[in-house]
């Protein structure tokens, strides 16, 4: 156990080739990742609200709260008035 502790803190070798396959696969992944997480907004603040509501799971204090949390956020001011 005491080797294998050892060699996982001395870190890993790898070939030049695989270091830049993995290093491609990593640019790849952030470049999917920037532009999935930087979507406008499909639905207005009214209607995401509305869904919470319409499952009748939440208490109308946080409804409320969630609704002037999105007007408030500076992702749902950026993006509302684009359409998908």
Do not use: C, W
Request: charged share 25%; glycine share 4%.
């Amino acid at each position: 156990m005491t080797n294998q502790t050892k060699q996982l803190n001395e870190g890993i070798t790898l070939t030049k080739r695989e270091y830049l396959r993995l290093k491609q696969q990593a640019q790849a992944y952030r470049s999917l990742a920037t532009q999935l997480f930087e979507l406008p907004l499909k639905d207005t603040v009214g209607e995401v609200v509305a869904d919470f509501r319409n499952t009748n799971l939440y208490a109308d204090e946080f409804l409320t709260d969630l609704e002037e949390g999105l007007r408030k956020s500076s992702y749902a001011k950026k993006y509302a008035h684009q359409t998908t």
